[in-house]
């Protein structure tokens, strides 16, 4: 069964740093592009960062550009988000996503998602 | 940046009413990457639709997707108890992807 399990949220100050990880399973993880999408309380969906299959081609809104990196260790099965200078903004949920397949530019598995909060 | 935008933004019909919501393009997107999800209280999103009109795995087929360019629209032929959720399409351009705000279809 393919499984995604998020995992790093917590609370943080204004200027703070959080990782979050996802830990896959049940897929060959190194051949799919992977995805970190979040929820503001009662608002809707927005895309944060991708990633390819190897690692080598990263992606980025413009909301967290420069502050976020995403990054991946397929020998752990592993993803990463590396997020700094956090914002009260960037408090949500945040999800790990599997694309369909190397680049198909949309999310087939979800995982449950951590929280992270912003606070002052 | 294309910007999705989804109506209505809710829709209030009963168990086995036709449920049609559009999903409107700024900018004309490519069908092949045009997704729909739905979204339950507390829970993840769940993939429905790719490619603007291919169900995915598990889907039941009262769920259809069709469009091209700039309109989309996901319709549910009859609405069932589990299909009052929030839906939500999604496109990529440009090494962006985004998704419209959603439709929220209720329980009239």
């Known amino acids: 069964e393919v499984q995604l399990l998020e995992s790093g949220g917590g609370l943080v100050q204004p200027g703070g740093s959080l990782r979050l990880s996802c830990a896959a399973s049940?897929?060959?993880?190194?051949?799919?592009?992977m995805t970190w999408v979040r929820q503001a309380p009662g608002k809707g969906l927005e895309w944060v960062s991708a990633?390819?299959?190897?690692?080598?081609?990263?992606y980025y809104a413009d909301s967290v550009k420069g502050r976020f990196t995403i990054s991946r260790d397929n020998s752990k099965n592993t993803l990463f988000l590396q997020m700094n200078s956090l914002r009260a903004e960037d408090t949500a949920v945040y999800y790990c996503?599997?694309?369909?397949?190397?680049?198909?530019?949309?999310?087939?598995?979800w995982g449950k998602g951590t929280t992270v909060t912003v606070f002052s | 940046e294309i910007v999705l935008t989804q109506s209505p933004g809710t829709l209030s019909l009963s168990p086995g009413e036709r449920a049609t919501l559009s999903c409107r393009a700024s900018?004309?997107?490519?069908?092949?990457?045009l997704a729909w999800y739905q979204q339950k209280p507390g829970q993840a999103p769940r993939l429905l639709i790719y490619?603007?009109?291919s169900r995915a795995t598990g889907i039941p087929d009262r769920f259809s997707g069709s469009g091209s360019g700039t309109d989309f629209t996901l319709t549910i032929s009859r609405l069932e108890p589990e299909d009052f959720a929030v839906y939500y399409c999604?496109?990529?351009?440009?090494?962006?992807?985004?998704f419209g705000q959603g439709t929220q279809v209720e329980i009239k």
């Open positions: 996503a599997k694309d369909a397949g190397w680049w198909s530019y949309y999310m087939d598995v």
């Open positions: 049940g897929f060959t993880f190194s051949s799919y592009a």
């Open positions: 990633i390819s299959g190897s690692g080598g081609s990263t």
């Open positions: 900018q004309s997107v490519s069908s092949s990457y």
């Open positions: 490619g603007a009109s």
């Open positions: 999604q496109q990529y351009g440009s090494s962006l992807w985004t």
